[in-house]
């Protein structure tokens, strides 16, 4: 099964395409921008409390035959500060 490549930051909406360098996610593929993550979030995931890193990047020529996901998921009240899982 292969990584969901989530479009977007779950904190701020920043878009997250599959070559970005700048996507980190969690064990559960939460996904964040480094901004948020290094900044706001302190390294540790809001949903579960696991740590973040970055996110690798699918080759392209393997985008066709496992395109990333189109669904944006984002935290209605943001992540305005760490909580704890």
């Not at 977007?8 to 969690?26: F, G, Q, T, Y």
């Amino acid at each position: 099964m292969a990584l969901e490549l989530r479009p977007n930051c779950e904190c701020c909406d920043k878009d997250l395409p599959p070559a970005s360098l700048e996507a980190v996610i969690c064990s559960f593929e939460c996904t964040y921008c480094s901004d948020c993550a290094e900044g706001t979030l302190e390294g540790k995931c809001p949903n579960c409390g696991g740590e973040l890193v970055r996110r690798p990047v699918r080759p392209a020529g393997k985008l066709v035959n496992n395109p990333p996901s189109t669904v944006r998921i984002l935290k209605a009240e943001g992540c305005s500060s760490r909580t704890s899982a």
